[in-house]
């Protein structure tokens, strides 16, 4: 049977109908992500206020429902009937897509909403939505329901204020999360209050039972947001480098500080945007920085002149920067704003700092001194790597020494193929006997377990426990990742369900953020959920096993069986037979795993660095902190 494909299968879809249809082409996600993005886009509205100089005050609240309301105290969005559409303004802007005042009317001169899209968008995908505008004389009123009007614009008390209130409900049928994470909204409320000095930002969770109201202000600016990331980090100078440029229309600010960290940190704004995935603004940074490092060295002897140049990895080893730049025309790539396009943002950036840090250097020649040592041993680190990454590979035959306990599958290569880590031999012999040989492999762990966060890479290669994971995958590390030489589709942690083995969960997942962040970016890290308990009942023919991941599951299974139930606790997966491994763990049709996934680069960073850092007093704020979400602790 033919599917007819004719003229009348051409679809035109009316006002906000496509936004609902394909919202992931609009907010990148309709997971946690893309929920969190539609905060995002009323608060950069707000924001936007900020930099046209009319708004300094922003109150950001998440509501007993679970609902947002976004307070500003800018202009107000426009109330006068807009002529060509016939409506008024703010309706415009709630239900028309690509409207707004941001093209080139005067309106705003800098803007992080460029489209027209924020607020029809966050409008379609909203269950209810709600928009109070004061301009001065009267509090003007309407609602909306799954993006159309449920009333028309009214007057509905008056004031003698200006701004905006807004109050919006995702939408059930659109979003697979509906809650709200208060951390991931604060982290970036508090981006916003340390781009933009003098703007204060009130954010409240009313889902708590006593709530508070955290106040983010930042006289300081983008100085403070450097001091703000490294207070878990020991910075190598007390003063935070700082500049700012300016030509035409476009503006940067670039404030830095080098730590004794091992890691860079690089954050990148565009109009107050965050740009996670860089962009011109981000190279110019990066070019920039490694020739004027290099001039520096080479012009005061401390890198002869036969000696090679210091790499862009040797110049950003500890640094932790924050870029920041204003752009008229701002081009980005993607609706979701993640990515600047402005080819003229590079030279601006590029260009200050051969002005601005070169001259800082120049001034600073105790600070400029412990910089260049810095990036030198970072030099000379990156040589030791090398060596060991070459010795590494004459050695990634299949009869290494250290791959001699890898179990290989037959299908290796192929995107469904899965690589089991597993901790101790024991386990690992039970793996191997359980697994499926055609596309399951096996490598048990051995030897002592690296923290990378305190290791440079040169470590890394030497490693006798991450070698073997390293030449396993095939993709190298660092700058020589490929992700194309992947040989597993999947790479499963598999470790005891206790203390010992959330320890080597945590150093194995800091080795894949800091030195493999693409195959976490790319969904093919996953944490195996093998089962704390087996329940059983009767003998030979008449013996009955289920199994239990949790204390409740646990409960409820020893009620069904009734008397005579018993309990198995696993405290590790060598307890395990083979068959029991494969059907509990392993075995696609019945397994369960944990995907790993980065929300938020920068959180994960900072979180890294607590765990796994020199200082002990952030970690036990962190394990306090979060403690009282610990289940099946094993003491």
């Not at 939505?129 to 008390?157: A, F, M, N």
């Not at 981006?191 to 708590?208: C, H, M, P, S």
């Not at 006798?464 to 095939?474: D, F, M, T, V």
């Amino acid at each position: 049977m033919s599917v007819e494909y004719g003229a009348d299968q051409i679809q035109i879809l009316e006002g906000l109908e496509a936004v609902r249809k394909r919202p992931g082409m609009y907010i990148g996600s309709t997971s946690s992500r893309g929920l969190h993005h539609l905060v995002y886009e009323i608060v950069d509205n707000a924001v936007d206020e900020a930099l046209a100089g009319f708004c300094d005050h922003i109150e950001v609240t998440i509501n007993e429902d679970n609902s947002i309301t976004v307070v500003d105290n800018g202009r107000g969005i426009p109330v006068g009937i807009n002529h060509k559409a016939g409506i008024p303004a703010v309706e415009v802007v709630f239900t028309i897509l690509h409207a707004g005042g941001k093209f080139g009317g005067g309106g705003y001169k800098v803007s992080g909403g460029l489209h027209g899209v924020g607020s029809s968008v966050v409008n379609a995908l909203s269950e209810h939505l709600e928009v109070e505008v004061s301009d001065g004389e009267h509090v003007h009123y309407q609602s909306y329901e799954r993006g159309k009007p449920t009333c028309k614009l009214k007057v509905i008390g008056d004031t003698d204020k200006t701004g905006t209130k807004i109050t919006f409900k995702p939408d059930p049928e659109i979003f697979e999360v509906l809650e709200f994470d208060y951390d991931v909204l604060l982290k970036r409320l508090r981006e916003q209050a340390f781009l933009n000095k003098g703007v204060k930002i009130l954010f409240t969770d009313y889902r708590v039972e006593n709530p508070e109201t955290v106040t983010l202000h930042a006289e300081g600016g983008i100085k403070e947001f450097v001091q703000y990331l490294n207070r878990n980090k020991d910075p190598l100078h007390d003063d935070i480098i700082y500049f700012e440029a300016q030509r035409e229309d476009m503006m940067v600010e670039v404030a830095m500080q080098y730590t004794t960290s091992y890691t860079e940190s690089l954050l990148s704004f565009a109009n107050n945007i965050h740009t996670g995935e860089g962009g011109t603004h981000e190279t110019g940074f990066k070019s920039g920085l490694t020739r004027v490092i290099n001039d520096y060295a080479k012009k005061n002897n401390l890198l002869k002149e036969k000696d090679p140049n210091l790499s862009g990895e040797d110049t950003r080893e500890g640094l932790t920067a924050v870029i920041s730049v204003k752009v008229v025309e701002a081009q980005f790539e993607g609706q979701t704003k993640t990515k600047l396009g402005n080819s003229e943002a590079r030279a601006l950036v590029e260009n200050a700092l051969n002005d601005k840090l070169s001259a800082f250097l120049e001034e600073n020649p105790k600070i400029a001194k412990i910089i260049i040592e810095k990036t030198l041993t970072a030099s000379r680190a990156r040589e030791a790597a090398k060596k060991a990454r070459e010795a590494s590979r004459k050695n990634s035959s299949s009869n290494s020494s250290l791959l001699g306990k890898l179990a290989r599958c037959t299908d290796e290569g192929a995107d469904y193929a899965e690589l089991f880590i597993v901790e101790g031999d024991s386990a690992g012999g039970s793996a191997k006997q359980g697994r499926n040989r055609r596309f399951q492999a096996i490598l048990p762990l051995w030897g002592k377990m690296l923290n990378v966060e305190k290791s440079r890479i040169d470590k890394v290669y030497s490693n006798e426990k991450l070698l073997p994971i390293i030449q396993a995958l095939g993709t190298g590390i660092g700058d020589d990742f490929n992700i194309d030489n992947l040989k597993y589709g999947k790479i499963v942690i598999t470790a005891d369900a206790d203390v010992d083995g959330a320890h080597i969960r945590t150093l194995l997942l800091t080795f894949f953020f800091r030195h493999m962040r693409p195959l976490i970016e790319n969904g093919n890290v996953y944490i195996a959920q093998p089962p704390l308990f087996k329940v059983f009942k009767g003998k030979n023919k008449n013996l009955v096993e289920k199994f239990a991941f949790t204390d409740d599951e646990r409960d409820r299974l020893i009620a069904e069986m009734g008397p005579g139930a018993k309990v198995q606790r696993y405290k590790g997966l060598g307890e395990m037979d083979p068959a029991e491994l494969k059907e509990t763990t392993m075995d696609p049709a019945k397994r369960t795993m944990l995907k790993v996934d980065i929300e938020d680069a920068m959180i994960a960073d900072e979180t890294f660095t607590i765990l796994m850092g020199d200082k002990v007093e952030p970690r036990r704020e962190f394990i306090e902190k979060h403690a009282k979400y610990v289940s099946n602790l094993d003491i």
